[in-house]
């Protein structure tokens, strides 16, 4: 059985964690092809990518099972992280994590580091890590405080209480909560509306946006205005324009 | 005709792109040469006032041709070629702008630390992984890197291969401005541009003194500053630009 599986259709990459008997629990394995996936999906045809999990929810973090018994290092098998961690955030398109049932630990890190998550309402979240005396991991000491505050990510970190979807939505940690019954038509939806939007010129946001959690203001008037220059040279902004002068929905490529 | 670089000239700056792609723009010593050949004949050229050097947008130089290299002697590689060729561009008077986009290691990195400012894109990465074919740099790269981001950044980057992303060589100063990989050329370019239409006189004299700073005690720097300032004082460009300014217009150098 495959770990990860793989769907291209309309521009949207679904990349589904697949070991739903121990809720998608991480393994070196699943983490390479994570990384490969994430690579290929650089590609053109690509515009919106949605990282999901089969079967009761979405991850539950590292595979603590992987290791049982041995004595490994940490730090080397952190490098299996820090490559897909790395490719999801510097991939130029929005990546939507669909978080249903639980995210824990490194699981819910990995959706941290994408770009939207949308929760359906039975969804948990925690971080889990310092129920096993560890510290959070796979990017989340760089991301939570970016979402929720010192203050919050510091409490969320060490008491690793359970998250409900209500409760992350209002933390600012998920985007959306959708009914559970309706979580899979509201991810399609979303993913095609994203999908079917200027995804170069999101990419163009994306890096916009990543490179401001460590610039100054005056940097960052210089950069943008950069990258607004590549965006205006794009196909879609001409598409964009004359579509506003034709009073009609604009047709757009990702180009 | 060259057969490992391709020459341009836009206004008033001439570029050279270093074009062997499938060889990661390898400078082995054939390019080299034409690379020392081509900024000397835009160094001779009136119409020019700085150059670009610049590779594609994935490399930028990956490094010696390490074909090449397994097949020198020590004898052929002591007649000095390369060492000649780097010297070539080192001794050039006009400004020198490397834009970089992709790996610039190993010789590519030498390279564009030889230049007079770096225009990087965001994907544009720096390293010298000499060290891993039992060499170490040997086109500058020990005394330049060291000189520009300091002793101990610049043994982890020899020694242990650690490679400079575009922000850390920003963050160290090793690189001028860090831009979107679709525009790093034309921001060279239009930098090149900005700096070929100053005075020409004053700009060479300007970075001789730069670079000759870094040689210097600061009492002979400030000799050397007040000569070349002399010079340029004594220059009709310089009566040009100040009549210009007082009377609001455009100067027009005649360079000298």
Known sequence: ME??????????LTLTMNRPETINALTTEMLRELGKAIKEASAPEVRVVVLQGAGRGFCSGQDLREFAGQRISYKNHLRNYRSVVEGLAGLEKPVIAA????????????????????????????????KIGLIPDAGMNYHLPRM?????????AVLSGRIKAEEALALGLVNRVVPTEAFAEEVAHLARELAQGPTKTYGLIKRALRRSASASLEEM???????????????????????FYEKRPPRFQGR | ?????????????????????????????ATL??????????????????????????V???????????????????????????????????????????????????????CDLIVASDTARFAQPEINLGIIPGGGGTQRLTRQVGKYLAMEVILAGRVLSAWEALQHGLVNRVVPVELYLEEALELAQTI????????????????????????????????????????EDKQEGTSAFLEKRKPQWKGR
């Open chain 2, 33 to 58: 040469g034409e690379l020392a050949q081509a900024i000397g004949a835009f160094e001779q050229d009136g119409g020019i006032g700085a150059m670009v050097i610049t590779g594609n947008e994935r």
């Open chain 1, 148 to 156: 929720v505050g010192y203050a919050r990510a510091f409490e969320l």
């Open chain 1, 3 to 12: 770990v990860l599986l793989r769907e291209a259709k309309d521009g949207i």
């Open chain 1, 221 to 243: 008037l210089e950069y943008e205005a950069l990258l607004q220059e590549v965006a205006g040279r794009s196909e879609d902004h001409q598409e964009g324009l004359q579509a």
């Open chain 2, 60 to 114: 930028f130089a990956a490094g010696a041709d390490i074909a090449e290299f397994q097949q020198t002697s020590l004898a052929e590689l002591m007649r000095g070629l390369r060492a000649d060729q780097y010297e070539v561009l080192r001794k050039v008077r006009k400004p020198l702008i490397a834009a970089v986009s992709g790996y610039a290691y190993g010789g590519g990195c030498e390279l564009a630390m030889l």
């Open chain 2, 196 to 235: 070929a239409e100053r005075a020409p006189l004053a700009a060479r004299l300007a970075k001789d003194a730069i670079n000759r700073a870094q040689d210097m005690s600061l009492e002979h720097g400030l000799g050397l500053e007040r000569s070349n300032f002399l010079i340029a004082f004594g220059s």
């Open chain 1, 99 to 130: 978080i249903h049932g639980a995210a824990a630990g490194a699981g819910l890190s990995l959706a941290l580091a994408c770009d939207l998550r949308i929760a359906s309402a039975d969804a948990v979240l925690t971080t889990g890590f310092s």
């Open chain 2, 1 to 29: 005709m060259y057969e490992n670089i391709r020459v341009e000239t836009h206004g008033q700056v001439g570029l050279v792109r270093l074009n062997r792609p499938k060889q990661l723009n390898a400078l082995n010593t």
